[in-house]
């Protein structure tokens, strides 16, 4: 079915978990360097929070 073809060409994706992530490593510093190795933009589904990662790893790279 239409249905079926559209829920198959879909990525994985858990957006409460990837706001749960961001919002983890915006509250604790120590968060991030937890998560540095896996924290990579493109691991996340949604479009903003791929430019959040972005922005918060560019912080950290340079400010550590």
Known sequence: TRYTDIISKLPPQAIELEESIIGAVLLERD?????VEYFQPDI????????IAEQLAAKFAVHG
């Open 44 to 51: 996340f589904y949604k479009e903003a929070h791929c430019l």
């Open 31 to 35: 968060a991030y360097f937890k998560v």
